[in-house]
């Protein structure tokens, strides 16, 4: 008999019989609570942990669903990785990758088929998280309830440079902290030589209204905001009295040559990837920035790209 740990939610046993072998696995499913990434990635961490040596596989545990295919009479979504359409996409994705001295239209394939599972997985998701919502408003629930529903799970513990754990959430953004801080800090030595003022010694044009509405309408909605918690629609809801003084506000900061103090803060989010949740090097960090200040480095996108189409051989 011989134990292998996959992950915090997989334990896997192997068995060695007369002529062949079993394998018990106990799986604990993420609830609804948790993201579509989890889901994913629970079921990758599963189909990963079975052994295709063992002839006879046990999967136990708490699925937290029915799993299976909707039965005729039976009112409910059932939910689980083994429907008729990702069981066939599964079974195909498994021979695929089981396959030694694949062809590059097999790897092609095996990618396609890969993306194809995940995005069925991601789209039952989400079907059964609409469902759950509409049910809890029917149920004349309130928001207060989806909300709880929709939220994500908090990190409940972090890991420090020695590997001492703390669930203290002062220590925990600390710990976060000091660790992009380490990461996104330059070792390259400060230039003492360069000049401060531009060689060029002709004026920049102001920004106009027009400049400033065009790159506004180009934004991409319904973005998460920065630190001011101001997105690109509020901006855009200002009209015309908005954007003349957006328009005034930029051309300021031309003529002094120094951004807004709050333009060098950021919002960062961090999202965990894979690997041991308490280590801070298994999160993917996303910078929120003002999208004031994403708007003017846009006018200026904008200005440096016609200058240079302008002056084109």
Not at 116 to 131: L, N, Q
Not at 201 to 221: G, H, I, Q, R, Y
């Amino acid at each position: 008999m011989k134990y292998m740990y996959k992950s915090p939610v997989i334990i896997s046993c192997k068995i060695k019989l007369q002529k062949e072998s079993l394998q018990l696995i106990e799986a604990y499913a993420p609830t609804t609570e948790y993201d579509d990434a989890d889901v994913e990635n629970f079921y990758e961490e599963l189909e990963n942990a079975m052994d295709p040596k063992c002839k006879y596989k046990l999967i136990i545990g708490d699925f937290n669903s029915k799993i299976g295919v909707k039965e005729a009479d039976e009112e409910n979504e059932w939910i689980g990785p083994f429907d008729k359409v990702i069981e066939q996409l599964e079974q195909r994705r498994k021979e695929l990758r089981m396959k030694d001295n694949k062809t590059r239209a097999e790897r092609v394939k095996y990618s396609e088929v890969n993306k194809t599972v995940k995005k069925k997985r991601r789209a039952r998701a989400r079907r059964k998280r609409k469902d759950v919502v509409i049910s809890i408003l029917q149920q004349r629930k309130g928001p207060k309830e989806t909300h709880k529903y929709k939220s994500k799970k908090k990190i409940s513990c972090m890991k420090d440079n020695d590997g001492h754990k703390t669930t203290d959430r002062e220590e925990m953004l600390e710990i976060c902290k000091s660790f992009y801080k380490m990461l996104y800090e330059s070792t390259l030595p400060t230039p003492t030589n360069c000049e401060k003022e531009s060689p060029d010694s002709d004026e920049v044009p102001p920004f106009t209204t027009n400049e400033v509405k065009s790159c506004l309408l180009a934004m991409s909605k319904k973005k998460a905001p920065g630190p001011d918690d101001i997105t690109s629609d509020i901006l855009l809801f200002g009209d015309e009295p908005g954007l003349k003084y957006l328009t005034s506000c930029f051309n300021e900061i031309l003529k002094s040559r120094k951004i807004p103090a709050c333009w060098e803060e950021a919002k960062i989010i961090i999202i965990y990837k894979k690997g041991d949740p308490g280590d801070i090097k298994n999160y993917r960090p996303i910078s929120l920035l003002s999208h004031s200040y994403k708007l003017f480095t846009r006018l200026l996108q904008k200005r440096m790209e016609r200058i240079l189409d302008e002056n084109q051989p």
